[in-house]
């Protein structure tokens, strides 16, 4: 009779990890790209509480205008309201359950698929087909539940914590660090969503260091970054970050002429900022790109790809070329990280893999480490 093998437990292995400083520290182990408890228990205990993006507040510009998010196995939908507030609720029907909205759109009413229920902008019913012979029924008691949301800096973020702590709060120190590049007035010029053949935390990781630049971007933004410029500093509490300093070879990576908010080095200063736990944000004087994830099991991850120029750039003379010339160098690093990161997750798997030490370049991994640690309990 064979003997059961045990399987690694995954959140044990990651916390003897994380208690090692990190100039001793190791990556994370493999147990926890691979674990279905272990992503168990990150969609229940970190993506069930924690503030996620669902795009920019500028792709809901309208009255009406709405998109569609599944978080952590709930539908929501967020609506721009009359009044201009942003409205996250649930995106199923109160009656047999079936989901309602798809995408992403425009619309004065929210009507159901499957038997027309029909609910107002803000969640209650307003009609319902064939109901009048049902003595229990009472259309007022029916409104969709809502999900926190809030707006911040130009970015849409939902949770479904019953008391989130307010965005402003817990990412004060990020308004701090880039408040001069006005984040909030970047202008979004394109949006797509991919699934990817990966863990979601190895595509995160893969933001969060420059390390692999000069290898796995050796055809594109490689070259305009050296390891010994790159600043990794100690991350905070609910978000690491590091900075690149780049020339004007890419014109669009540095401050415009007419830019007057940034100064001195800050004038080619890309910060590359990951909000924990899914946003990755890479913020250039001149551009802007992100990736929001979320796990669509072991293997697979969601992502939100969008990204667009700051205003000096986005409304010169120049900016259909600036435009086209920053999508296509995003889209070669885009296909450049996704060869990468899935060989990533295809050899974590083997039977001999074993993660080795950090580099000094990889302090926000580390971080990442910590992080999740904090969150993630028995």
Same mark, same amino acid.
């Given at each position: 009779?064979?003997?059961?093998?045990?399987k690694?437990?995954?959140?044990a292995?990651?916390?003897?990890?994380?208690?090692?400083?990190?100039?001793?520290?190791?990556?994370?182990?493999?147990?926890?790209?691979?674990?279905?408890?272990?992503?168990?228990?990150?969609l229940?205990?970190?993506?069930?509480?924690?503030?996620?993006?669902?795009?920019?507040?500028?792709?809901?510009?309208?009255?009406?205008?709405?998109?569609?998010?599944?978080?952590?196995?709930?539908?929501?939908?967020?609506i721009?309201?009359?009044?201009?507030?942003l409205?996250?609720q649930?995106?199923v029907?109160?009656?047999?359950?079936?989901?309602?909205?798809?995408?992403?759109?425009?619309?004065?009413?929210?009507v159901?698929p499957?038997h027309?229920w029909?609910?107002n902008?803000?969640?209650?019913?307003?009609?319902?087909?064939?109901?009048?012979?049902?003595?229990?029924?009472?259309?007022?008691?029916?409104r969709l539940?809502t999900?926190?949301?809030?707006?911040?800096?130009?970015w849409?973020?939902?949770?479904?914590?019953?008391?989130?702590?307010?965005?402003?709060?817990?990412?004060?120190?990020?308004?701090?660090?880039?408040?001069?590049?006005?984040m909030?007035?970047?202008?979004e010029?394109?949006?797509?969503?991919?699934?990817?053949?990966?863990?979601?935390?190895?595509?995160?990781?893969?933001?969060?260091?420059?390390?692999?630049?000069p290898?796995?971007?050796?055809?594109?933004?490689?070259?305009?970054?050296?390891?010994?410029?790159?600043?990794?500093?100690?991350?905070?509490?609910?978000?690491?970050?590091?900075?690149?300093?780049?020339?004007?070879?890419l014109?669009?990576?540095?401050?415009?002429?007419?830019?007057?908010?940034? $100064? &001195?080095?800050?004038?080619? +200063?890309?910060? /590359? #900022?990951?909000?924990?736990p899914?946003?990755?944000?890479?913020? !250039?004087?001149?551009?802007?790109?992100?990736?929001s994830?979320?796990?669509?099991?072991?293997?697979?991850?969601h992502?939100?790809?969008?990204?667009?120029?700051?205003?000096?750039?986005?409304?010169?003379?120049?900016? $259909? &070329?600036?435009?086209?010339? +920053?999508k296509? /160098? #995003?889209?070669?690093v885009?296909?450049?990280?996704?060869?990468? !990161?899935?060989?990533?997750?295809?050899g974590?798997?083997?039977?001999?893999?074993?993660?080795?030490?950090?580099?000094?370049?990889?302090?926000?991994?580390?971080?990442?480490?910590?992080?999740l640690?904090?969150?993630?309990?028995?």
């Amino acid at each position: 009779m064979n003997k059961a093998i045990d399987k690694p437990d995954a959140l044990a292995e990651l916390r003897e990890m994380a208690s090692v400083p990190f100039e001793d520290a190791q990556a994370m182990p493999k147990s926890v790209y691979t674990s279905e408890d272990f992503l168990q228990q990150e969609l229940e205990q970190v993506f069930s509480n924690e503030w996620v993006c669902v795009g920019r507040a500028s792709a809901l510009a309208n009255p009406g205008d709405y998109l569609t998010y599944e978080l952590a196995g709930q539908p929501v939908m967020v609506i721009r309201e009359k009044d201009g507030n942003l409205r996250a609720q649930s995106n199923v029907c109160l009656h047999r359950m079936s989901t309602m909205l798809e995408g992403r759109g425009n619309t004065k009413t929210i009507v159901c698929p499957y038997h027309a229920w029909t609910y107002n902008i803000d969640g209650t019913l307003r009609g319902a087909p064939a109901m009048q012979q049902n003595s229990g029924f009472c259309k007022e008691s029916y409104r969709l539940p809502t999900v926190h949301c809030e707006e911040w800096l130009g970015w849409i973020m939902i949770s479904l914590s019953k008391n989130p702590e307010p965005l402003a709060a817990q990412l004060s120190e990020v308004q701090e660090l880039i408040g001069d590049y006005g984040m909030e007035d970047y202008v979004e010029l394109f949006y797509e969503t991919h699934v990817w053949d990966t863990n979601w935390k190895v595509l995160a990781e893969n933001f969060m260091e420059s390390y692999h630049l000069p290898v796995c971007h050796r055809d594109t933004v490689g070259g305009l970054s050296k390891l010994e410029e790159m600043d990794c500093p100690p991350g905070k509490k609910a978000f690491n970050y590091h900075y690149i300093l780049k020339d004007d070879s890419l014109k669009i990576a540095v401050a415009h002429p007419e830019n007057s908010r940034l $100064k &001195d080095q800050w004038r080619n +200063t890309t910060v /590359l #900022l990951s909000i924990y736990p899914s946003l990755m944000i890479t913020l !250039t004087p001149g551009y802007f790109w992100y990736l929001s994830l979320h796990p669509q099991g072991v293997g697979k991850v969601h992502i939100q790809y969008g990204g667009g120029l700051s205003p000096d750039f986005a409304y010169d003379k120049d900016a $259909k &070329d600036h435009f086209n010339a +920053t999508k296509k /160098l #995003l889209d070669e690093v885009n296909v450049e990280d996704k060869g990468c !990161t899935e060989k990533v997750f295809a050899g974590l798997r083997s039977p001999l893999a074993s993660p080795g030490h950090y580099s000094h370049l990889e302090r926000p991994n580390y971080d990442f480490a910590q992080y999740l640690t904090g969150k993630l309990s028995s």
